[in-house]
């Protein structure tokens, strides 16, 4: 497979899934416009070591994920310098733990904005160049808490089940056009928006460290195990394959069997 002459937009691509899934991208042969927070000097050696290691361009864009008018013109960077947005990875997510009645509204506002609204706000950018090109894929990086839940994380849990919603919606409105859209699902990914939730999560049940990461994350996943970072790139790089033409509009599930039970 290659993806040579693509170009692929990945939000909260600094670290974790989204640098994963951008990096893959990359090495398929894809150009990339990076996107997400950090330390401006390890976002620039970010980028450069993808065009180093894999003889592609990259881009940063700063877009705020809370602002659709910098989400528009974060898709509008990749069509001016590449000529079109192929491949959207709505991959940026925000985290926090609280009890509902504690739960502060401008934490719950964020949440939606950054984990769902940031991705309708970006499909609505890119659709309209992708139906042109008779060619697009569009992968939302979901959660297992699009289809089930957990306490204490109600606005992560609404946000994420609505992604799932907007997936199904934007795959039919453009099944005719080449253009296909699905999300990923994995459970839990050790990335530093999981390992920045353990504090709270410490908190809010009264437990250890050990006991948030043994009795509450991997007590969800029969395997015992984390889903990898690369592991969830592999599966986002087969969907903008050819062999997954026929994929549209599913919630793909990769978490080690937590949603089986």
Same mark, same amino acid.
Request: glycine share 8%; charged share 20%.
């Given at each position: 497979?290659?993806?040579?002459?693509?170009?692929?937009?990945?939000?909260?691509?600094?670290?974790?899934?989204?640098?994963?899934? #951008?990096?893959?991208?990359?090495?398929?042969?894809?150009?990339?416009?990076?996107?997400?927070?950090?330390?401006?000097?390890?976002?620039?050696?970010?980028?450069?070591?993808?065009?180093?290691?894999?003889?592609?361009?990259?881009?940063?864009?700063?877009?705020?994920?809370?602002?659709?008018?910098?989400?528009?013109?974060?898709?509008?960077?990749?069509?001016?310098?590449?000529?079109?947005?192929?491949? !959207?990875?709505?991959?940026?997510?925000?985290?926090?733990?609280?009890?509902?009645?504690?739960?502060?509204?401008?934490?719950?506002?964020?949440?939606?904005?950054?984990?769902?609204?940031?991705?309708?706000?970006?499909?609505?950018?890119?659709?309209?160049?992708?139906?042109?090109?008779?060619?697009?894929?569009?992968?939302?990086?979901?959660?297992?808490? *699009?289809?089930?839940? *957990?306490?204490?994380? *109600?606005?992560?849990?609404?946000?994420?089940?609505?992604?799932?919603? !907007?997936?199904?919606?934007?795959?039919?409105?453009?099944?005719?056009?080449?253009?296909?859209?699905?999300?990923? *699902?994995?459970?839990?990914?050790?990335?530093?928006?999981?390992?920045?939730?353990?504090?709270?999560?410490?908190?809010?049940?009264? !437990?250890?460290?050990?006991?948030?990461?043994?009795?509450?994350?991997?007590?969800?996943?029969?395997?015992?195990?984390?889903?990898?970072?690369?592991?969830?790139?592999?599966?986002?790089?087969? !969907?903008?394959?050819?062999?997954?033409?026929?994929?549209?509009?599913?919630?793909?599930?990769?978490?080690?069997?937590?949603? #089986?039970?």
């Amino acid at each position: 497979m290659t993806l040579t002459s693509k170009t692929a937009v990945v939000t909260g691509s600094t670290s974790g899934i989204g640098l994963a899934i #951008a990096r893959a991208l990359a090495k398929e042969g894809a150009n990339v416009v990076l996107n997400g927070l950090g330390d401006a000097a390890e976002i620039e050696r970010t980028r450069a070591a993808i065009e180093s290691e894999f003889g592609v361009k990259a881009l940063y864009s700063p877009a705020n994920m809370l602002k659709a008018d910098e989400i528009e013109e974060m898709v509008r960077l990749g069509e001016r310098t590449f000529g079109g947005v192929d491949i !959207l990875v709505n991959n940026a997510g925000i985290q926090f733990v609280s009890p509902v009645e504690d739960f502060p509204v401008e934490k719950w506002n964020q949440i939606i904005a950054i984990n769902l609204s940031s991705a309708f706000h970006a499909i609505r950018a890119a659709v309209p160049g992708m139906k042109a090109r008779k060619w697009g894929r569009i992968i939302n990086t979901a959660s297992a808490h *699009s289809l089930v839940a *957990s306490p204490f994380k *109600s606005a992560y849990v609404a946000a994420k089940h609505g992604v799932a919603g !907007l997936t199904k919606t934007v795959a039919l409105e453009v099944a005719t056009h080449g253009v296909t859209v699905n999300c990923i *699902s994995p459970g839990y990914v050790w990335t530093p928006l999981v390992e920045n939730q353990i504090p709270d999560t410490m908190k809010a049940r009264g !437990l250890t460290r050990e006991q948030v990461i043994n009795d509450v994350l991997l007590e969800a996943q029969p395997t015992k195990q984390f889903v990898t970072v690369d592991q969830v790139a592999a599966l986002a790089v087969f !969907l903008c394959s050819d062999a997954a033409s026929q994929i549209t509009g599913t919630n793909m599930s990769m978490d080690g069997g937590w949603t #089986a039970k």
